[in-house]
T-cell receptor, first 114, second 113 residues
């Protein structure tokens, strides 16, 4: 079945440093979504990318969807302590038989040291 | 605001017990999902439902069943709990639109002794 691999599993940064997490899918995706889970919380939707090569920005966060729609990345510029948490990508393949089913990556746990 | 509630935040059960986890939404969303979250494995889909009395297996359905008798309520059932089912269980909802985001409940941390 479809697999979504996400790296790195952990990332420790000093406040002000940049951070990037990467997602790779075994199959071509129809869209990819990104979620953030604060410690002790539940995943919260950040953004969705649909088009090949799409780039979207939310303040210090930049999201990219690869040209082949098989990979994606999230880049945070100048991290802050409020950025701590686990970041998940989740891919959807409309070619599959399951309607509305997302496949989540393993997540990247970000720690920011002040 | 979309509200997804789960019956318990923490639950401790014994091996062999039947366990019910409930998820309730306050919107009229069709799609509801049950995931389990384990360190290093991300969120793995157990079952989902896209309408009342409809259900579909996710990636790891073994040892679980579900029930959806009313649109707002989706239950996850562990027929005979085992220690390897100790995990965080997350319920999520989604509108019927194909590309919409999922909204998650607060989660239930289940410990099976």
């Amino acid at each position: 079945g479809q697999q979504v691999m996400q790296i790195p599993q952990y990332q420790h940064v000093q406040e002000g440093e940049d951070f990037t997490t990467y997602c790779n899918s075994s199959t071509t995706l129809s869209n990819i979504q990104w979620y953030k889970q604060r410690p002790g919380g539940h995943p919260v939707f950040l953004i969705q990318l649909v088009k090949s090569g799409e780039v979207k920005k939310q303040k210090r966060l930049t999201f990219q969807f690869g040209e082949a729609k098989k990979n994606s990345s999230l880049h945070i510029t100048a991290t802050q302590t409020t950025d701590v948490g686990t970041y998940f990508c989740a891919g959807f393949n409309a070619g599959g038989t399951s309607y509305g089913k997302l496949t989540f990556g393993q997540g990247t746990i970000l720690t920011v040291h002040p | 605001d979309v509200k997804v509630t789960q019956s318990s935040r923490y639950l401790v059960k014994r091996t062999g017990e039947k366990v019910f986890l409930e998820c309730v939404q306050d919107m009229d969303h069709e799609n509801m999902f049950w995931y389990r979250q384990d360190p290093g494995l991300g969120l793995r889909l157990i079952y989902f439902s896209y309408d009342v009395k409809m259900k579909e297996k996710g990636d790891i359905p073994e040892g679980y069943s579900v029930s959806r008798e009313k649109k707002e309520r989706f239950s996850l059932i562990l027929e005979s709990a085992s220690t390897n089912q100790t995990s965080m269980y997350l319920c999520a909802i989604q509108t019927s639109a194909l590309l919409d985001e999922q909204f998650f409940g607060p989660g239930t941390r289940l410990t099976v002794l």
